[in-house]
């Protein structure tokens, strides 16, 4: 079993930078790929962001790419979603996820095992 918990949102004008953090609970951490995860009001949840259970490998929806950067510290248990050129259009609630059992790197929400509560990102123009 595993718990995860985002902090690091807030409000931030248009350009602005912010880093999201998902901290975990229990001990294989190690073992789970994790992913981001964002939902805008009126919107379905879509994908933003995975890494490997080693760090190794990255995905990125396009629509983030170049501005966006995950990354993660198996012995903190910590996974990072650094945001960089915030957009209005990035406004929504961001949520970590994990798929256990070194499994590999997707983009399908169906695939993960476990979820945060979320933490709301705002980006005004």
């Known amino acids: 079993q595993v718990q995860l918990a985002e902090s690091g949102g807030g409000l931030v004008q248009a350009g602005g930078s912010l880093r999201l953090s998902c901290a975990a609970s229990g001990r294989t951490f190690s073992s789970y790929a994790m992913g981001w995860f964002r939902q805008a009001p009126g919107k379905g949840r879509e994908f933003v962001a995975a890494i490997s259970w080693g760090g190794g490998s990255t995905v990125y929806v396009d629509s983030v790419k170049g501005r966006f950067t995950i990354s993660r510290d198996n012995a903190k248990k910590v996974v990072y979603l650094q945001m960089n050129s915030l957009k209005p259009e990035d406004t929504a609630v961001y949520c970590c996820?994990?798929?256990?059992?070194?499994?590999?790197?997707?983009?399908?929400?169906?695939?993960?095992?476990?979820w945060g509560q979320g933490t709301q990102v705002t980006v005004s123009s």
């Open positions: 996820a994990a798929r256990g059992g070194f499994g590999a790197v997707t983009m399908a929400s169906s695939s993960y095992d476990y």
